[in-house]
């Protein structure tokens, strides 16, 4: 077997307290993915352009490609596993199905979770700040009409009823 | 709408039923290959070349075997003595080309910078990576050529030696005397065209794992790929295997778009990598090499006939393609296809086309959508606006006058293909309808006094899909399953893979219709060679026209034994019932029904009383196949390998800065043809995705060397996919003209946008520069092109 040498990380992940063995060196997507066994986030680039590896850690979004395991020690990490409330998806995973948001699916974490932080701040985005929202993110399928069309579905039905 | 709204009345078919899976992507919880972890997996990283043209003296690897977690170092000499080349997607020879025999590593040079020569297999990918580091490789430098013409010249440094040249393929196609029609005709206009290199870039790069059982003898693959068993017939042709040694299973994958066919050295070799250690091997390509495959790179050069009310005579054009290093993939294919494209949609008198396509030092051709066609719609729309520019007549007058009319259908075009149905001037008409445009050509000549540079352009495009390639694993035709348990669900299994584009969800829809029952009574399995039956994968926008083309054959058997029972039961003639929203009932009595599930059980337990003369089952296994393909030669040695022709037509509007050749684009105008949609929102999806495709390979896509030939562009931040600031809205309107060879009505809708973009984009462009005298000719239009074409004109 390889010398790795290994630091433990311990973490919340989705929701669940966890604890794992993660090689020193290793990137926070190669953890999440390899050691503690989720496989929402995607390794697309490995140099935080295309954002299919997105993660919320701490409340804040990050391109989990670019942060170190080791920073997310005693972190409170949720994937795009830990979006949805029980039986029931997020506004955002709703609207990103009902309005044919995605085709092969790679680039969902970094589109949904970019969804969510922006309606987080800004209940009513313009188009405009819904393409700036996501310009993060890559994705080769949709040509992306239909992701600012499931963000605006989402912000439709997240809005307080009037009055 | 919901899988299971749909059922007073209506059907499935035409609706845009939302995806069957959805709930599953959402949660993260579809494994794509790279998710697969199987039991005592080792991992493969590669070795690669940092130089572009060199012949491989010798790799030591003595170093990296003692590191710890190694299990094997190979180079490509070593694996030499396992197995032969691999076998190609599609062969060159028989039109003409070349003989490419690769070898999943090189074992005596190299031919592009980043190509791998030595493979590493260890228990972790870190360990692997780490041992990779230390493989000395030792590469003795040869000469290296990038550009088309300079490989084609005397004396240029040979990729293939035992060729005796760098031409991999060269032909001509059209009919008709050029210089003849040309010489009777009023006019004359010349011109060249330059597309970049774009690489395919799927946001998942490819990923493989070979598990070989030395006990049962059996090879288990899964991976990335769009064709499932033409790569288990590959890959038992490469191992000296049976196909029935071999399963293959294609996850679902992250997109594709021709780059997940078959034929990459890497499919074939984790399996002898497998086989060598005895462990379950994957394979996972990094950004870098994904991006190291490209395609386009095209010069065309060409010249029109035209007469001075704006018709087009007659087209000559020659095509210099660079398809970087061989391929096993049929990536040449583009080529040739792009010849065949031609003169895409409008009625010629003579059509005359020579087309070279030469391998340099560059990273290989992959197939990409929409596989070499672009280059059909560029050269086409160009002529059409310097013909409308030539005699002052307005663009879409000019293409009005030259489109085949939609009255002489099925066409047959001069370079012997056979359109089979369309109607390219109703394109026209819809984008009319949504768009003002003599009122955008007065706003035009407005802003150009203010001195700004507004420019529209359009883009039409005719795809040639469905291919049916004689002696490749590439046809159009295809087999599924439906069948229908004793509890009335049902199961369909085909031979066609879905990219993610939704096909599965829409045959899905057509199978429900036919049967009468709701979608969540249906299941649909794809990609697995030991469930599904015999089929062509994804390839040449085949899903729903040969995938939902025999699922309805066979959901049709089944249909007809269901109302055959429920008669019986009903006591009414079979033709009497109709299925619908999971019930038998007798029309117009619908209070005289029964569920589905009752008539399914009932054949199954009492079919001997019931329908003595029906077999007691409900499974049905049925091929649909293109009839309007011919592989016979015609008298000028001509096929016809291409079974549906979908078109489409944008128009552009753009804005470009004089100042710093920004080019903003503000309109995109999308009226499109692809017959009748099963699922109308998929297929808008698939051409969203198609223009900015379209428009990354017009204004930002463009993989770049140095002059070594080392590749500048490895990584998103140097080639530059759109992202979603850099794309407007998109306007979209639709055409049905149904196919009059498919049972559906269907065409292919896979590859559409793309070709139409690119042009409506350069000819956009171009008529904003007009009032500058400039011109640009070389795709993508980055702005340093179009700032130097501005400083040119005013020099």
């Known amino acids: ?163 | 709408m919901s899988a299971t709204e749909v059922v007073d009345g209506k059907l499935y078919a035409g609706a845009s039923v939302r995806r069957h899976d959805g709930d599953r992507y959402l949660r993260g919880r579809v494994a794509y290959t790279d998710d697969i972890v199987l039991p005592g997996m080792v991992h493969a990283v590669l070795v690669r070349s940092e130089l572009a043209h060199a012949r491989i003296v010798g790799v030591d690897a003595d170093a990296a075997r003692e590191q710890p977690g190694v299990l094997a170092v190979l180079s490509g000499a070593e694996l030499a003595r396992h197995a032969g080349p691999i076998p190609n997607a599609m062969d060159p020879v028989p039109v003409g080309g070349q003989p490419i025999a690769l070898h999943c590593l090189p074992v005596d040079k190299v031919v592009y910078a980043g190509q791998p020569v030595a493979v590493v297999v260890a228990e972790t990918r870190t360990a692997a990576l780490a041992a990779a580091e230390l493989v000395a490789v030792s590469l003795e430098a040869l000469p290296v050529v990038l550009d088309a013409e300079a490989a084609l010249a005397d004396g240029a440094p040979l990729l293939y030696e035992e060729w005796g040249t760098n031409l991999l393929l060269s032909g001509t196609a059209g009919e008709g005397d050029y210089d003849a029609v040309a010489a009777a005709s009023d006019h004359r206009i010349d011109g060249a065209i330059t597309t970049g290199r774009s690489a395919p870039a799927p946001m998942e790069p490819r990923a493989y794992i070979a598990d070989w059982d030395a006990r049962e003898e059996r090879m288990t693959w899964y991976g990335t790929t769009q064709a499932p068993h033409p790569l288990r017939h590959s890959l038992a042709g490469y191992l000296g295997l049976r196909e029935r040694q071999i399963h293959v299973v294609a996850p679902p994958v992250g997109g594709s778009f021709g780059y997940k066919n078959f034929g990459h050295p890497e499919e074939y070799l984790v399996c002898l990598l497998s086989r060598l250690v005895e462990r379950p091997v994957k394979f996972v390509e990094d950004r870098m090499s994904s991006l190291r495959y490209g395609a386009k790179d095209t010069r065309m050069t060409f010249q029109a006939a035209f007469d001075a009310d704006g018709r087009v005579r007659a087209v000559s054009c020659a095509l210099l393609a660079n398809h970087g290093a061989a391929a096993a993939t049929g990536a040449f294919g583009m080529a040739f296809a792009a010849s065949l494209a031609l003169p895409s949609g409008y009625a010629l008198e003579a059509f005359h086309g020579e087309y070279r396509l030469a391998v340099t030092n560059k990273g290989p051709w992959s197939p990409m959508r929409p596989f070499g066609k672009e280059t059909a719609s560029l050269l086409m729309e160009r002529v059409m606006d310097l013909v409308a520019e030539r005699t002052g007549l307005d663009p879409a007058d000019v293409r009005r006058r030259n489109w085949i009319p939609a009255d002489r259908f099925p066409y047959a075009t001069t370079t012997g293909l056979e359109l089979d149905s369309g109607d390219y001037a109703g394109l026209l008409d819809k984008v009319l309808e949504v768009w003002d445009y003599p009122a955008a050509r007065v706003e035009q000549t407005r802003a150009r006094e203010d001195g700004r540079l507004l420019g529209i352009g359009f883009g039409f495009e005719v795809l040639p899909e469905g291919a049916d390639i004689p002696g490749a694993l590439i046809g159009a035709s295809d087999i599924s399953t439906v069948r229908m348990d004793p509890s009335g669900e049902v199961e369909v299994l085909t031979g066609v893979t879905s990219p993610g584009n939704g096909n599965d969800t829409a045959i899905m829809q057509i199978v429900a219709d036919r049967l009468g029952v709701l979608m969540s009574e249906v299941r649909i399995v794809q990609g697995d060679t030991e469930r599904c039956p015999f089929g062509f994968g994804n390839v040449s926008s085949r899903g729903i026209l040969t995938g939902g083309g025999s699922a309805a054959l066979a959901a049709d058997d089944i249909a007809v034994k269901l109302r055959r029972v429920a008669g019986a039961m009903l006591e009414v003639d079979a033709e009497r019932i109709v299925l619908h929203g999971g019930m038998a009932a007798v029309a117009d009595e619908p209070e005289r029904a029964l569920p589905l599930g009752v008539v399914a059980h009932s054949l199954y337990t009492i079919g001997g009383i019931l329908v003595p003369d029906l077999e007691p089952t409900l499974e049905s296994t049925r091929t649909f196949q293109m009839r309007n393909v011919r592989h016979h030669p015609d008298e000028h040695g001509r096929i016809m390998p291409f079974s549906t022709f979908s078109n489409g037509l944008y128009v552009a509007l753009v804005e470009v800065d004089p100042a710093t050749g920004v080019i903003e684009l503000q309109r995109h105008v999308m009226a499109h043809d692809c017959g009748v949609m099963i699922n109308p929102r998929f297929v808008a999806g698939q051409f969203t995705g198609g223009v900015v495709t379209g428009l990354g390979a017009a204004l930002d896509e463009e993989v770049v060397h140095d002059a070594d030939g080392v590749q500048r562009t490895d990584v998103f931040k140097s080639y530059l996919l759109p992202r979603a600031t850099d794309v407007p809205r998109f306007e979209m309107v639709h055409q049905v003209t149904p196919s009059p060879f498919t049972p559906l009505g269907t065409k292919g809708a896979g590859e559409g946008g793309v070709a139409c973009s690119m042009a409506a984009l350069l000819n956009a462009v171009n008529d904003a520069l007009r009032p500058l005298g400039a011109q640009v000719d070389e795709l993508p239009l980055t702005p340093e092109r179009v700032l130097d074409a501005i400083l040119e004109a005013r020099a």
């Not at chain 1, 992940?13 to 999440?32: I, K, Y």
């Not at chain 1, 299919?52 to 990490?77: F, H, M, N």
């Open chain 1, 1 to 163: 077997m390889s010398t790795e040498t290994t630091i433990r990380v311990e973490l919340t992940l989705d929701g669940v307290a966890r604890t794992a063995e993660v090689p020193s060196g290793a990137l926070l997507v190669e953890a999440l993915r390899e050691d503690f066994g989720t496989t929402g986030p995607k390794l697309g680039c490995a140099t935080g352009d295309c954002g299919a590896c997105t993660v919320r850690r701490d409340g804040e979004i990050v391109k989990s490609c670019l942060e170190l395991a080791a920073g997310a020690q005693g972190c409170e990490i949720v994937t795009i596993e830990g979006l949805a409330d029980g039986d029931e998806l997020s506004p955002v995973q709703q609207a990103f199905w009902d309005e044919q948001a995605f085709q092969c699916g790679f680039c969902l974490s970094g589109m949904v979770f970019a969804a969510e932080d922006l309606l987080r701040s800004n209940p009513r985005p313009t188009d405009d700040e819904i393409r700036w929202a996501i310009s993060g993110n890559l994705c080769r399928c949709t040509g992306y009409e239909a992701i600012v069309e499931a963000v605006r579905t989402a912000a439709r039905r997240m809005a307080p009823p009037a009055g």
